[in-house]
Structures are given as C-alpha cells and as structure tokens.
C-alpha cells in the first residue's frame, strides 16, 4: 500500500526524467500549499507553492475578466527560465521551472499527461 | 472521528456556557458581582478555548504549512497565553489580575512575533536568524522580572496591577499595528484561502488595537464604557476563531486529499 503523496512523487520524478529540462516540478493546492515537491530546500519548496498558486490565481481573475473562462495552462518565462502551470480537476495545479532550451509545445505535452495522472488520483 | 468528538465536546462546552451564563446573569442582579464576571468573560473564554482547542488541531497538521517550527510554536503560545489571561477574569485579586496581564503581554509578544516570521518567510523570503527566534522569549520574559522586582520593593498590588494593565495595553496596540502591517503584507503575496485567514488576523488586529486604546483610555481617567470594551474584545475573540478555524479546514482538507491510499 503506497500514499498518495508517494504516488505523486513518482510521478513528478518521472516527468522530470522523461524531460531533463524541466529543474523542479511540483503540485499544489489553489491555496499555495504544497502536496508534492521534487525541491530540495523546505522554505524554498512552500515559497514556490505559495507563489505559484498566486502567480495562477491573478492569471485566472484576468482570464475570466476577459473571455469568461478559466486558465488551462499559464506559462510565463524569464531570460533563462519559464515557468509552467497547469490546472489539475478544480483543487489543485501541477508546476514546472524550466531552462529556456526545450519546446514549450514538449513541455506543455509531457505536463499534460502528468497532470491526467494526478487526476486519476485526486479523483 | 477526531474532529466529530471535537464538535461534539465544542456542543457540550457550548451549552454548558449558555447555562451557566443564564444562573450567573441572576446572580449579577442578585449580589451586583464586579463588571469583570459577567456573561461576556464566559462567552470570552468559551471562545478562546475553543480557539485553543483549533490550534492544537492545526499545529497536528503543521507539516502541510511548512513554514518553520517556530511560528507555528509562538502562534500556539500566542493563543495559549491569551485562554489563560482570559481564565484569570474570574479571579478579583489583584495579584492574579497582574499575573493575567503577564499572560496577555506573553500572548501579544509571541502571536506578534509568529506573523513578523510568518512576513519573513513568506513575504520576504528569507530563513529567519536563530537569534531572532529567541528574542521574543527574552522580551518576554522580562516582565515577570520586572513584575516580581515591584513586589520585592513592597510596592501597593493594586499600583502593580494598574502598571501591567498599561504594559499590558502599550504591548498589544504596538503589536496589533505590527500586525496589521505584516497580515496586510501577506494577503499580498498568497492566494486562495489563505487570503481570509490573513484577512480574519488583520480585523483580529484591528479589534485588539481598538479593545486595548480603550482600555488604555480609561486607566488614563477618560470614561469609556466597559460594555463597548467588551463588546470589541468580544470581536476580537470571534475574528481570532474564525481564522484559525479556516486554517484548520484547508489544512484538514489536504491532510484528507494526501493521506488517501491507492494501491
């Protein structure tokens, strides 16, 4: 009998081996705490969740604001860096750092999956 | 099951309360007790145990929230400290009542104190210095100090008394403005329903500032009726529940979603 919580670790560390480009991955609630994380550091790990969910949330309020829908995918990036979230059912979201050198079209598939995954799960 | 027997024992203090309130109003207009033991000190402690109670479900699940053993620690402290000063309003001397003041300057400095390392953490996003977590112990811990020096020098207790009442309100009003600022602060930076627990602290905030300028009022000879004190204490109390109630439940909800098993 294994939790979930080592279940959605798996699944993380596999999707950070199936894409070397994908440096820390992680799922959270829409509330920014943290369900799974592949970082190491603890503060650094709930810094992450907490921003992340923010990061989604405002993205949300600007989305409904202007189509009337909510976020799937919310993808921002830096010079060397982009961040990926994406909408996991209605509680939670599955967030990837990655280097500015894999497709973002790869990225957003594997992502994907991942995040069928951790619905079978949640659900 | 844990949480059921928790309502079910919240139920039964609930309802002990309201009767014991309903012989103690008789007894008020019977005898004429002091203000101080009245249906607003039951209801006040009702709350603030019930308060206490929540916190010790929260700090279980304190792993889920990780943002350091130690605001966690002065949050639960913070809440301890006040359940206990709110306990010594059924006592009129005036060496408890000193000693309640002692537990509500403890209960400012460390519930203060878990939301400046809360700020640091969250808002700034830094680990907080090791010295720093033992500041607040020592700032502390001077009061007694200095409370047990007054009654060594043979000063009058009701004099002692009235000095810690003022310590006592100086020490919240500057805390519950630190405290407006770092709640104000995060609600910045979190989202979802953490927004309301921060926003519940700030009125909570709000509300001890406004209870204690009240009360500092009066020891300065200005009249400020003791129902309107009550009142925004009582406010306080409610505000305070609400809050770590909501954290409760968010932290619960995700203790449920990842303690599932799937095999």
């Known amino acids: 009998m294994v939790t979930k919580a080592e279940l959605f670790l798996n699944i993380l560390l596999e999707l950070e081996r199936s894409n070397p480009d994908i440096l820390t991955s992680a799922i959270v609630t829409l509330d920014g705490l943290t369900m799974a994380s592949t970082a190491k550091d603890t503060p650094s790990k709930d810094t992450f969740a907490a921003y992340s969910a923010a990061a989604y949330k405002r993205a ?12 799937d995918i919310l993808v921002f990036g830096s010079k060397n860096h982009r961040v990926f979230s994406i909408i996991v059912g209605n509680y939670a979201l599955l967030i990837a750092l990655t280097g500015k050198d894999g497709e973002i079209g790869n990225n957003i598939s594997e992502l994907r999956k991942a995040a069928g995954k951790i619905e079978e799960l949640l659900i | 099951m844990f949480f059921r027997g928790i309502k079910f024992i919240g139920a039964i203090i609930y309802i002990y309360g309201i009767i014991i309130c309903y012989f103690m109003s008789d007894l008020l207009e019977l005898y004429g007790l002091e203000e101080n033991i009245g249906f607003h000190v ?12 929540l916190m010790i479900i929260a700090y279980r699940y304190r792993k889920f929230w990780n943002v350091g053993y130690t605001p966690w620690s002065f949050l639960f402290f913070g809440f301890l400290f006040f359940g206990i000063r709110e306990l010594g309003h059924l006592c009129t001397s005036p060496v408890i009542n000193s000693l309640r003041h002692i537990f509500g300057i403890w209960s400012a400095i460390f519930m ?11 808002y700034m996003r830094k680990k907080p210095y090791l010295f720093s977590t033992y500041m607040p112990v020592a700032f502390a811990s001077m009061f007694p100090i200095f409370m047990f020096y007054m009654y060594f020098i043979e000063a009058n207790t009701v004099y002692i008394n009235n000095i810690m009442n003022i310590m006592e309100s100086l020490v919240w ?23 309301n627990v921060f926003m519940f602290f700030q009125f909570s905030a709000y509300t001890a500032f406004m209870w204690k300028f009240l009360g500092l009022l009066e020891t300065m000879g200005w009249p400020v009726p003791y129902s309107i004190r009550e009142v925004v204490e009582m406010l306080f109390g409610i505000f305070a529940i609400i809050s770590i109630y909501l954290l409760t439940k968010m932290l619960r909800k995700l203790s449920r979603d990842m303690h599932g098993n799937k095999s």
């Open chain 1, 60 to 71: 949300d309020e600007s989305m409904e604001e202007l189509s009337g829908e909510k976020v």
């Open chain 2, 173 to 195: 009003m500057i805390g519950s403005s630190v405290t407006i600022y770092t709640t104000f602060k995060m609600g910045t930076r979190v989202s979802g329903g953490f927004v």
């Open chain 2, 112 to 122: 203060t104190s878990a939301f400046i390392f809360f700020f640091i953490v969250i």
């Open chain 2, 42 to 53: 039951i209801l006040s402690n009702l709350f603030w145990w019930m308060s206490v109670i």
